[in-house]
């Protein structure tokens, strides 16, 4: 897949530890209309490098892709050259991932105190080897995820972007927050335009993104290239598609209704059951059955029972009530 081809359609899903695995990945897609379904990127859950190059069992499992879900952009996350280079020649080595995409942007504790993810954004430097060695590591195109900055008074977004290019990325994702605020104020989308004005590769915007008002001002303020679409997927696979459909044709479709989301539920709940077995599966249902209800009515109620769910009969038992509003 070129970055050309990438960027036809130019709204992604984003990485997201414990939501965009394949089961949520493949939901999305189906949830597509058909003239887009093949060409839309997502993006995987961060993988670890040091998993990889440890050949961790559960590390592997998060690598393998399904054709149903392609193409897929696999992230890694690490901090050692050699060590993430080589995680990424291994996932070009499986032959399913269409990019190979760097973290440089999550701010879990964990990850920040091993110098990983967020950290990153203190050691440009490093960065821009870790980067360097990637790219001349692989054949397919390379991207990176970035923050504005660990803190507000280190915000150093436009820097990291430039070594980032000098490294050779093909194209720069950037969530307009800082390592310190996790997800919380208001992403700043001017940062993201000061990043845009500064490289010459494709840049894709993402924060705060949550309908089509916000879609269109964050491309008239940003002038990105593509906007990722993180938070706002929970509970809404839809979403894409949505926004997808309202760029390339300006056709506002309608939110799913109430049998309809409890329908996608229950294909969801189906699909996770199918790729991680009943019990790692319905314990991760519940996240997503929260984000489900978000705004239904009796909301708290249905997860509380969600929460309380063991089965797959217990889910489906819950869903009913859905259906019945």
């Given at each position: 897949?070129?970055?050309?081809?990438?960027?036809?359609?130019?709204?992604?899903?984003?990485?997201?530890?414990?939501?965009?695995?394949?089961?949520?990945?493949?939901?999305?897609?189906?949830?597509?209309?058909?003239?887009?379904?093949?060409?839309?990127?997502?993006?995987?859950?961060?993988?670890?490098?040091?998993?990889?190059?440890?050949?961790n069992e559960k590390t592997l499992a998060m690598l393998e892709t399904?054709?149903?879900?392609?193409?897929?952009?696999?992230?890694?996350?690490?901090?050692?050259?050699?060590?993430?280079?080589?995680?990424?020649?291994?996932?070009?080595?499986?032959?399913?991932?269409?990019?190979?995409?760097?973290?440089?942007?999550?701010?879990?504790?964990?990850?920040?105190?091993?110098?990983?993810?967020?950290?990153?954004?203190?050691?440009?430097?490093?960065?821009?080897?870790?980067?360097?060695?990637?790219?001349?590591?692989?054949?397919?195109?390379?991207?990176?995820?970035?923050?504005?900055?660990?803190?507000?008074?280190?915000?150093?977004?436009?820097?990291?972007?430039?070594?980032?290019?000098?490294?050779?990325?093909?194209?720069?994702?950037?969530?307009?927050?800082?390592?310190?605020?996790?997800?919380?104020?208001?992403?700043?989308?001017?940062?993201?335009?000061?990043?845009?004005?500064?490289?010459?590769?494709?840049?894709?915007?993402?924060?705060?993104?949550?309908?089509?008002?916000?879609?269109?001002?964050?491309?008239?303020?940003?002038?990105?290239?593509?906007?990722?679409?993180?938070?706002?997927?929970?509970?809404?696979?839809?979403?894409?598609?949505?926004?997808?459909?309202?760029?390339?044709?300006?056709?506002?479709?309608?939110?799913?209704?109430?049998?309809?989301?409890?329908?996608?539920?229950?294909?969801?709940?189906?699909?996770?059951?199918?790729?991680?077995?009943?019990?790692?599966?319905?314990?991760?249902?519940?996240?997503?059955?929260a984000w489900y209800t978000k705004g239904l009515t009796g909301g708290?109620?249905?997860?509380?029972?969600?929460?309380?769910?063991?089965?797959?009969?217990?889910?489906?038992?819950?869903?009913?009530?859905?259906?019945?509003?």
């Amino acid at each position: 897949m070129t970055v050309a081809e990438i960027f036809k359609t130019p709204i992604f899903l984003a990485p997201m530890a414990g939501v965009t695995d394949t089961a949520f990945r493949v939901l999305v897609r189906e949830l597509l209309d058909e003239d887009i379904k093949n060409n839309l990127l997502m993006f995987s859950e961060m993988v670890s490098a040091a998993g990889v190059h440890y050949r961790n069992e559960k590390t592997l499992a998060m690598l393998e892709t399904v054709k149903e879900e392609r193409p897929t952009a696999i992230q890694i996350f690490g901090s050692d050259p050699t060590i993430c280079a080589e995680a990424a020649a291994y996932v070009e080595q499986l032959c399913s991932a269409a990019v190979i995409d760097f973290n440089c942007g999550c701010p879990a504790p964990k990850i920040f105190k091993n110098g990983e993810g967020s950290a990153l954004m203190k050691n440009p430097a490093l960065l821009e080897k870790i980067l360097s060695t990637v790219r001349k590591a692989v054949s397919l195109p390379v991207s990176v995820k970035i923050r504005l900055g660990v803190d507000a008074e280190h915000i150093n977004a436009v820097e990291v972007a430039k070594r980032a290019e000098a490294a050779g990325v093909d194209f720069i994702a950037i969530h307009g927050r800082t390592r310190e605020q996790f997800y919380s104020g208001v992403a700043n989308w001017e940062e993201i335009a000061r990043v845009k004005a500064a490289v010459k590769v494709p840049v894709i915007a993402n924060g705060d993104v949550r309908d089509f008002d916000s879609l269109d001002k964050i491309f008239s303020t940003t002038q990105a290239d593509g906007v990722m679409i993180g938070r706002a997927a929970q509970g809404n696979p839809w979403i894409i598609n949505r926004l997808l459909k309202y760029f390339l044709t300006g056709d506002k479709l309608p939110p799913p209704n109430v049998e309809e989301r409890a329908e996608v539920m229950r294909r969801h709940l189906s699909k996770i059951i199918y790729y991680k077995g009943e019990r790692v599966g319905v314990q991760e249902m519940r996240a997503h059955a929260a984000w489900y209800t978000k705004g239904l009515t009796g909301g708290a109620e249905l997860r509380n029972l969600f929460n309380r769910a063991e089965s797959v009969q217990n889910f489906l038992e819950v869903i009913k009530l859905i259906d019945g509003q």
